[in-house]
């Protein structure tokens, strides 16, 4: 595709639950990033990958939430017994070049 | 650490006015410095970055900001506001380089325009 996709583009799941989300970046782009948007918080980093460097996870809220992005592109964020605190957007970034190139992100609702 | 401040989470303007979006960094380094727009229901989208070349820096759909070390300020302006600039705008820092590793967002502005 001509952009970042991701999926699914809205979850809505039970306090408790296990969800995965995915990223597809720019085929050829090195660096992933996922962000979180929560309401009244603006974009948050969660954690950063370049190329086979291990990943920068500093962002990471807790260690109920991993990803990890195999064969160099794809990228699944995984979140265990989510918690109502995580609802949010959730975006994932691509770059190359130093230009981001953002998805559309996934709605994350956690009832 | 660095951090972006944007005053004023919501501005309005009519259309055809001009169009003042600020914000204020904290760098201890000299600073990259990008402004996204959000529109409804897409994903961020690349305004414009200053990256130490010229202060002034242009952008896409008539916008442009002034970087000023002095204020440690580098607001988006556009002369003139249209309809489809509604959208929520984000200013950002990132001293990792251009690469924008690991950028910090300000807390964004929604803009209106009033008809």
């Known amino acids: 595709g001509a952009g970042v996709s991701q999926s699914p583009s809205n979850k809505v799941t039970e306090k408790g639950k296990d969800v995965e989300l995915r990223c597809d970046p720019i085929s050829g782009h090195t660096a992933l990033y996922w962000y979180r948007q929560s309401l009244g918080q603006g974009l948050e980093f969660l954690i950063y990958f370049q190329g086979n460097s291990a990943p920068d996870k500093s962002g990471l809220p807790s260690d109920r939430f991993s990803a990890e992005r195999t064969g160099g592109s794809v990228s699944t964020l995984t979140i265990q017994r989510t918690q109502q605190e995580d609802s949010a957007v959730y975006l994932c970034a691509s770059s190359f070049g130093g230009r981001m190139y953002f998805g559309p992100g996934t709605r994350l609702t956690v009832l | 650490a660095q951090s972006v401040t944007q005053l004023g989470s919501h501005v309005s303007v009519s259309e055809g006015a001009l169009v003042l979006l600020r914000c204020n960094y904290s760098s201890s380094v000299p600073p990259y410095l990008f402004w996204y727009v959000q529109y409804p229901n897409q994903g961020l989208q690349l305004l414009l970055k200053y990256t130490s070349a010229a202060t002034l820096v242009k952008g896409i759909n008539g916008f442009e900001a002034e970087f000023k070390k002095s204020e440690t300020s580098f607001h988006l302006t556009k002369p003139s506001a249209h309809m489809s600039d509604a959208a929520e705008y984000f200013c950002?820092?990132?001293?990792?380089?251009?690469?924008?590793?690991?950028?910090?967002f300000g807390q964004g502005t929604r803009l209106t325009i009033n008809p």
């Open positions: 950002a820092v990132s001293v990792t380089g251009q690469g924008a590793q690991k950028l910090v």
